[in-house]
């Protein structure tokens, strides 16, 4: 059964992150940034900016590496948000980096795929992943999923999240390493005329794009940013943030993405990849 939130009589507030690429020891560093250290930053402006959370969502690449310590520390830091005053639903999509086993074990939260009713919303969540593989597929269980779930939602707006971009970014470099199966999901999607967003993460970027009368989205990651628009691997110097769209009952919506302002780290520019 489709998890209910509430029912809808303003418009929803979701707060989208991804991409924290944590590690099980809180100290250590990935190209130069503690990304526990920009995760808590980005959590704390969350929890300053936003005191009214209808859905946090979280859209893969928890850990750069995956143990069943890192999850359990990253639901940790996320409890500002998930408890009183707030007390956002959490629901999490895992990325390329969060390997099967540790990721299940670390965080029992909530299975995939599945369907988060809200209001006069269905958001569709949906596993991309392949275990050590970096580009995204779904498998074809997933995409029959996908196929009776918006036979079920006709009659609500959809937004479907998942990890990895099904559309290009234009980073030649990243790219290659998108969804794989982006025209089978293209042509399920094509038949209906309710699904509004898709929500996506694995790009460390900002990125937005109409494409077949849907919105495809991103969010900056909250660690590490990529260059948009680089043929190789290139760091940006953009700050961490998050993603917050307010989602109203008629199937419009609104968003914008908030990022630190006051946060000094050390970031190694030079790097070619990790």
Known sequence: MPASVLSQERPLRLVQCSDMHLFA???????GLNTQHSFQNVVGLIQQQQ??????LTTGDIAQQSAPETY????????????????????????????DEAYHSGLRINQLPCE???GNWCCILLDS??????????????LEYLQQALERQRNRHVL???????????CEWLDQHMLKTSQTFFKILQPFNNIKLVLHGHVHQ???????QVNYLSCPSTSLQFKPKSAKFTLDTANPGYRWLDLYANGYFETDVCRLKEFNFYIDYQSDGY
Do not use: W, Y
């Open 25 to 31: 020891d809180p100290t250590t560093k990935l190209l």
């Open 116 to 118: 988060v009713i809200i």
């Open 51 to 56: 005191p009214n959370i209808d859905l946090l």
């Open 72 to 99: 359990q520390r990253f639901l940790a830091t996320m409890q500002p948000l998930t408890t009183e005053p707030i007390r956002a639903p959490h629901f999490c999509i895992p990325g390329n980096h969060d390997l």
């Open 160 to 170: 479907i999240a998942l990890h990895h971009n099904p559309i290009a970014v234009g």
């Open 129 to 142: 992943t392949v275990d050590h593989e970096i580009a995204g597929s779904f498998s074809n269980s997933t």
């Open 206 to 212: 900002i990125f937005e794009q109409m494409h077949e």
